[in-house]
């Protein structure tokens, strides 16, 4: 695993590395026991049994397996910090270090090494409580399925645990190990889907003539598509159109009845998000109708874009600089098109999403990835030094 360069500021906590071999195991326990969106009951227990054991006030079954931890010291604000628990459906590649005994589940995302972060934070403030207010830890199920925040807020996430500000970080596999990438505005971006089905009429390979082939007019579709980001959108924005699945036929010969196509929308801004729910379903069923197919389109709306709010990056920017100093953070750091269900948080309650490096490696979602258990003390020791800073009233 990629090492820590030296630390030219306050660095981790003295009292939370020397710990850091407990939340080290613990990932590597919950790393070896995935489980899937909506089924973290075991992850869940974990988590519960941990909070309770340092002394929070713990609720379960929020939104489904969520937990909330609360720590209340008095008077005074309220701070969130979240992390997330769900793994992914993919058969982890065996390697030297904890390997999953869930077979075609794999904690591929890193979520095992949030919670483990957000747990060693959560120990040390209960030892030290060198804050006033209530520190609310919010543990969430179901992000890879893009469930568990709307289904937390659904079940009165924060009518029960109110908060004044939510902070939540992602480990990024390519940055440098333990650097830090926040911004304000947008982080990651809205994610959108359409499902497109293409009809004709099937028939034999070798007479095409009496056939409305699906799949052409599917292809047509398809390559009409770089149009909308290069001629709807305007050049100064960002925009992605993939498509991620094509379905159609069953043997060389035979033309088929029907051709399906599935595409992921990614975007920013609220316009262009706008734009594209409405450009990228009109061109494909237009350019298929015009290769005598009739096509359907539906448009699914995902969820929207992670947009921080400038109070709260700016504050993090600054206890990041304070704990590890300025080369700490990664300079003009851009926004990633990738999508995290964090985003919902952030329309109801002021906050910031974190990007915290890995260091090189196998990127998220990908059997050989790997977390680096070299920035859980760096990483928890930001959660405290933050929590320590919002709660006690201090600003960037």
């Known amino acids: 695993m990629t090492h820590l360069a030296p630390i030219t500021a306050a660095g981790p906590i003295p009292a939370l590395t020397a710990g850091i071999g407990d939340f080290v195991a613990l990932r590597h326990d919950l790393h070896r ?4 969106s909506r089924e973290e009951a075991r992850t869940a227990a974990v988590i519960a049994r941990e909070l309770t054991a340092y002394g929070y006030e713990v609720t379960t079954g929020i939104g489904g397996h969520g937990v909330v ?3 209340v010291a008095g008077p005074g604000k309220s701070l969130g910090l979240r992390a997330d628990f769900d793994a992914l459906p993919i ?9 999953s005994q869930v077979a075609g589940v794999m904690h591929a995302c890193g979520h095992d090494g949030h919670t483990a972060i957000l747990l060693a934070a959560a120990r040390h403030l209960a030892r030290t409580r060198s804050f006033r207010g209530t520190l609310t830890l919010i543990f969430q199920p179901a992000e890879e399925i893009g469930h568990g925040a709307r289904a937390m807020l659904e079940d009165g996430l924060f009518d029960r645990f109110p908060v004044d500000a939510i902070f939540g970080l992602h480990n990024w596999p390519g940055l440098p190990a333990g650097a830090w990438g926040i911004r304000p505005g947008p982080v990651m971006a809205a994610v959108d889907q359409v499902n497109l089905t ?3 009429k099937g028939g034999h390979g070798a007479m095409p003539q009496d056939t409305v082939d699906p799949i052409v007019a599917l292809s047509g579709a398809i ?3 770089q149009s909308v980001v290069a001629r709807n959108i305007d050049p100064l924005e960002a925009a992605v159109v993939t498509v991620g699945s094509i379905r159609g036929g069953e ?3 035979v033309i088929p009845d029907q051709a399906e ?3 992921t929308l990614r975007s920013f801004s609220a316009e262009v998000r706008d734009r594209l729910g409405d450009r990228v379903p009109a061109l494909l069923r237009s350019v298929a109708e015009g290769y005598g197919a009739t096509a359907e389109a539906e448009f699914r709306r995902g969820f929207p874009a992670v947009v921080n709010h400038p109070q709260e990056a700016a504050l993090a920017r600054a206890v990041v600089e304070d704990t590890f100093g300025p080369a700490a953070l990664i300079p003009d750091f851009a926004p ?3 999508s995290e269900d964090f985003a919902f948080f952030l329309t109801e309650r002021p906050g910031a999403f974190l990007i915290l490096g890995n260091g090189p490696g196998a990127p998220l979602h990908s059997p050989d990835y790997r977390f680096n258990d070299a920035i859980l003390a760096p990483a928890a020791t930001l959660w405290v030094r933050l929590a320590e800073r919002f709660l006690n009233g201090e600003t960037a």
Request: aromatic share 0%; net charge positive; no cysteine.
């Open 33 to 36: 026991h995935p489980e899937l």
């Open 69 to 71: 931890g609360r720590l």
């Open 91 to 99: 058969h982890e590649t065996p390697h030297d270090g904890p390997v």
């Open 198 to 200: 293409v009809r004709g």
């Open 223 to 225: 390559t009409a598509l």
């Open 251 to 253: 043997a060389s010969n």
């Open 261 to 263: 196509a599935r595409l």
């Open 336 to 338: 990633r098109m990738a």
